[in-house]
């Protein structure tokens, strides 16, 4: 099988040849075996001829598959196991560079890991519009000069999306879909001249950052954990630094000195952030330290803006992507440095289709491409906490705020000695200190992690409370939108006038607190206020909520209402207040990580105060303020909260010092569902093996979601237990009937 390399061949000039693998061939002649993996859900992968002129290994190809062409990624040699007179020709090589014989061997991996198939999780890796497209010239639109002869809101809204997203360039049927047009509006604005048509090249690379542009003058901590950081890099080896340091010490600071690095040593970086973070500040600020707009990866983007970016990356053309987890999985020529900005947050954890979390991924992948990892986070997750304390990750601390600012004071208030009505959430206190701030032209933040107006919608008649027709779950009503909508599933129905069950007219209630009656009540205490009620449903796009925050930082509001999205990476100068509805909410959860998640989020809600000059406070309402975790976040004693946090689970055995798998069955017959799950819990010998206990079935903590019943099964196993391997066995046993579906979670999360 093996060939020798053909120097002369047409494909090696045209393609970014990928190392070869030490074992296998470098080219595969026209008629060699191939093995290739598409991305249709067979399991394996499938043996084909090469095609006339051959192909590399990681060959992006076009192969046949029964009557259809299908995508798929040149494996490796055939597996010979087919009859060889069936087996049929390649079709054609695609013109993108090869898949990396590192990149094959990280999807490869995280599929074990996952226990995902493997054309499930190629096709994360696929995530390029037009990847078989021959790069060409195409017709661009941009805002042109002047004004429409006659103004209609089709022509209007065309010019609104342009002048919104003015950095960005469109084709024709993006910018009519963007603007709810038809193509021939725009047509129409080019003969006037209003909008530009113009060429362009498909795939430009990015301007090149510069690493060598001035930093800020580092402080002395700040400038030996970047130096720390620097060494990494440099060495060109596999390393993961947990970087611990309160909001506000400087994290960003320091680690965009290991990205300088990186792009010095002529390698290229990639810094995670959650979604929700990813904002014009911070990219502004990134452009500001290299001097240029780096990529941009996120689920906003444009189809143009992502194959640009995943070519370039393949390319070298971009150096430097900032994105939201998905970009683990974009195809970087010399990935030198991953950097996992709020290492701790939730998002990183897909919860959807392929279930992985990203700062592991982002771990396994540096660790094969020998690259960096640097987990940033004021409140580290306890994995990564524990992998730290265990000498796997380096830890390094950026122990104060940067210049004057001082960590917040913090304070509870006693909701028992409050003595508010029902249906009033804020405090006497905290009114006088929200009052204070108004006084003084500061700004202060009143968070509830719940959106829309109130949880739960009662029938004052019957008793009633509205739930979701497909779902275990009470309808949230959103005043804003003027629907109930079940957060589980999406599902949304008007408000109705009556009670659906006893039909009395007038008599629903709204019951408990959500983001939108907080502000409804902000209003009335705090008449002369100008209040800005956050909430990720009241912006139609990210873009605009991301311009409303920027606005908000810059003093467009003195009071700001919001959910957890206020909580993550944005930086309010003016802030010195932050008072948080009902610190008790997170407490109350079954999951293991109840404790761990309210103490995060409390510090980062806390820290988002007093980031500039003026200090700041944090008031937690709560009715438990004897509650050990309370007590912990009042007294700032981080070490001693994870250490008794790391010592309960490890009694316990469970994450992360004992391992879980979560499998979840759902089906829309509740009875198959339970015999299925029955089933699996008996045939349980694969992982009595190796020594792990299933429990379960049991109804998901939300039983039921779009119509489909759902039954959990929890694994629990050492940590050294060959978990993946034994889970492959025990639920290869059961055949599911119909429309029943089973998903794998390793290291679950949540359990929704
Ligand atoms: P973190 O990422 O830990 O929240 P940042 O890196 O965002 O902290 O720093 C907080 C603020 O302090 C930012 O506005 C940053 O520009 C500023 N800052 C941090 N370190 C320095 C420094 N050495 N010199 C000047 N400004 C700094
Ligand atoms: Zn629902």
């Known amino acids: ?118 054309p499930a999780m190629l096709r994360l890796a696929t995530r390029a519009p037009g990847l078989g497209d021959p790069p060409s010239m195409r017709k661009i639109y941009r805002r042109g000069e002047g004004e429409p002869t006659r103004a209609t809101t089709a022509r209007s809204r065309v010019l609104e999306t342009l002048e919104e997203y003015g950095d960005l360039s469109f084709t024709l049927k993006e910018l009519a879909d963007m603007a709810g047009v038809t193509p021939s509006v725009v047509k129409g604005l080019v003969e006037q001249g209003v909008v530009r048509e113009e060429d362009s090249p498909r795939d430009l690379p990015f301007t090149p950052m510069n690493p060598d542009l001035p930093s800020k003058e580092l402080t002395e901590d700040q400038a030996t954990a970047a130096q720390t950081l620097t060494a990494g890099v440099t060495s060109r080896q596999y390393g993961t630094t947990l970087l611990r340091g309160v909001t506000g010490s400087g994290k960003t600071e320091v680690y965009l000195e290991a990205v300088a690095a990186c792009l010095r040593a002529g390698r290229q970086a990639l810094v995670l952030l959650p979604e929700i973070a990813l904002t014009e500040q911070f990219l502004t600020r990134v452009q500001e330290r290299f001097g240029a707009k780096p990529a941009e990866w996120h689920s906003g983007a444009t189809m ?69 990892v640097i987990l940033a986070s004021a409140t580290p997750s306890l994995e ?29 208030i006693d909701m028992r000695e409050a003595g508010l009505p029902a249906d009033r959430w804020i405090s006497p ?44 779950a009470r309808m949230v009503e959103h005043r804003f939108l003027k629907r109930l909508i079940c957060h589980q599933c999406g599902e949304s129905k008007p408000m109705p006038e009556a009670c ?72 309010f100068p003016k802030l010195t207040l932050v008072g948080v509805i009902d610190a008790d909410l997170g407490l109350m959860g079954s999951d293991l990580r109840a404790a761990e998640r309210t103490f995060q989020l409390m510090r980062q809600v806390a820290g988002r105060a007093g980031r500039a000059e003026a200090p700041g406070a944090a008031l937690l309402q709560t009715y438990q303020p004897d509650h050990p975790v309370i007590r912990a976040i009042l007294q700032g004693d981080e070490e001693g909260f994870w250490k008794a946090e790391a010592a309960g689970r490890r009694e316990a055995g469970v994450p992360p010092y004992g391992r879980m798998a979560g499998i979840i069955l759902s089906g829309p017959d509740v009875a198959q569902v339970f015999d299925a799950g029955n089933l699996l819990a008996r045939q349980d010998a694969p992982l009595r093996r190796i020594g792990a206990q299933v429990f379960g079935p049991a109804p ?35 055949r599911l009937k119909g429309d029943m579906r089973l998903a794998v979670d390793i290291d679950p999360q949540s359990f929704y």
């Not at 992998?387 to 122990?399: D, Q, S, W």
């Not at 905290?430 to 829309?452: K, S």
Request: aromatic letters at 6%.
């Open 1 to 118: 099988m093996l060939k020798p390399s053909n120097p002369s061949h047409p494909n090696r000039g045209a393609c970014h040849v990928p190392p070869s693998s030490p074992t296998g061939p470098e080219f595969f002649d026209h008629g060699d075996l191939v093995a290739v993996m598409t991305t249709q859900p067979l399991g394996r992968s499938l043996d084909y001829r090469a095609p006339e002129g051959g192909c590399h290994p990681g060959a992006f190809v076009e192969v046949p598959l029964g009557p259809r062409k299908v995508l798929g990624v040149v494996w490796g040699p055939g597996q010979g196991d087919y009859d060889l007179n069936k087996v049929r020709h390649v079709i054609r090589v695609l013109d993108a560079p090869p898949m990396r014989a590192e990149m094959q061997a990280f999807l490869t991996r995280a599929a074990a890991y996952t226990l995902t198939p493997m």
């Open 304 to 372: 143009t803006e992502r194959r640009r970016i995943w070519r370039m990356v393949a390319t070298g053309g971009a150096q430097l992507v900032i994105g939201a987890r998905s970009a683990l999985f974009l195809p970087y020529r010399d990935l030198g440095l991953i950097v996992v900005d709020e290492e701790h947050d939730t998002s990183y954890k897909q919860e959807d289709g392929v279930l992985y979390h990203a700062r592991d991924m982002a771990v396994l992948r540096a660790s094969i491409c020998s690259a960096q």
């Open 384 to 412: 990564s906490w524990a992998n730290a304390e265990a000498g796997k990750y380096t830890r390094l601390e950026l122990t104060s705020r940067f210049g004057p600012a001082v960590l917040p004071q913090m304070d509870t």
């Open 429 to 472: 206190h905290l009114q006088a200190e929200v009052n204070a701030r108004l006084a003084r032209g500061e700004q202060a933040m009143l968070f509830i992690n719940r959106r829309g107006y109130a949880p739960v919608t009662l029938c004052r008649a019957c008793g009633h409370q509205i739930g979701c027709d497909h779902c275990d």
């Open 500 to 571: 659906p069950s006893c039909e009395a007219e007038g008599r629903l209630a709204a019951v408990g607190p959500g983001v939108e009656r907080l502000g409804e009540e902000a209003e009335a205490l705090f008449p002369d206020a100008r209040i800005a009620t956050l909430s990720s449903d009241m912006y139609g796009t990210a873009r605009a909520l991301k311009a409303e925050i920027a606005g908000i930082a810059e003093g467009a509001a003195d009071i700001i209402i919001g959910t957890q999205l206020v909580a993550k990476g944005h930086n």
């Open 700 to 734: 998901a903590p939300i039983a039921r979601v779009r119509g489909r019943h759902r039954v959990r099964l929890l694994v629990k196993a050492e940590k050294t237990a060959p978990l993946q391997d034994a889970l492959a066995q025990w639920i290869a046993q059961v």
